[in-house]
Structures are given as structure tokens and as C-alpha cells.
């Protein structure tokens, strides 16, 4: 099984800055795809941005040039950088990765219990 550990998130004022990190641990034998969602109480999980083992990065238009996805495979880690953050940005952000465990014959989505980000007026 795969872990994934979150941390950083938090409350911060509109124009602020927060670091989110995920840590994915557990018998892995490949772990390709890693990323974030966001969720709001009443609305649909929405991808945030993503990032494969090769560094190719992908991003939800709201938010293009504030948020900066990066990772260190060394680590098996995950980073979402935010910056600018408006009200709208409040919710749960959940790491997802898929991974490849021994044994396993296809990779598969694992999640994080998420970590509440609050961006205040």
C-alpha cells in the first residue's frame, strides 16, 4: 500500500502565500503521476495541478501563473507552491499520486486525507 502524507496549508490573508507538501511512502515500485485537488463542502473535487515523474506539468486555468507544482523523485514528494491566493481558493486541497506497488498489476490513484487552506479578504 501507498501512503501519502500531507502538510503545510493553513489560514492566510487574500494576496498570501502558502506551501503545501505530500510524501508518499509505502512499497512503491513506480510513482508516475502526482498532483493536487481541491474541494469545496456542496462541489465536485477539482483537479489543481499535476506533475509526472519527467517533470511535465499541468494546471487548472484559475490557477495559471499563481500556483507552481514541483516534486522531488528522490523523496517521492510532492510540492504545490500558491501565491496570490484570493477567498476562491479556499478549500480542501488532497494530494492524489498513482503508483505501481510489487505485486500490483496496474498503477492506481492513491489520496491524502487533505489539508484545509482558508484565504481571508
Known amino acids: 500500500q501507498v501512503q501519502l502524507a500531507e502538510s503545510g496549508g493553513g489560514s492566510v490573508q487574500a494576496g498570501g502565500s502558502l506551501r503545501l507538501s505530500c510524501s508518499a511512502s509505502?512499497?512503491?515500485?513506480?510513482?508516475?503521476?502526482m498532483g493536487w485537488h481541491r474541494q469545496v463542502p456542496g462541489k465536485e473535487r477539482e483537479p489543481v495541478a499535476s506533475?509526472?515523474?519527467?517533470?511535465?506539468?499541468k494546471y487548472a486555468d484559475s490557477v495559471k501563473g499563481r500556483f507552481t507544482i514541483s516534486r522531488d523523485n528522490a523523496k517521492n514528494t510532492v510540492y504545490l507552491q500558491m501565491s496570490s491566493l484570493k477567498p476562491e481558493d479556499t478549500a480542501v486541497y488532497v494530494c492524489?499520486?498513482?503508483?505501481?506497488?510489487?505485486?500490483?498489476?496496474?498503477?492506481?490513484?492513491?489520496w491524502g486525507q487533505g489539508s484545509q487552506v482558508t484565504v481571508s479578504p
Open positions: 492524489s499520486a498513482v503508483a505501481k506497488v510489487p505485486g500490483g498489476a496496474f498503477p492506481r490513484a492513491y
Open positions: 509505502g512499497s512503491i515500485t513506480s510513482l508516475n503521476l
Open positions: 506533475i509526472l515523474s519527467d517533470g511535465t506539468v
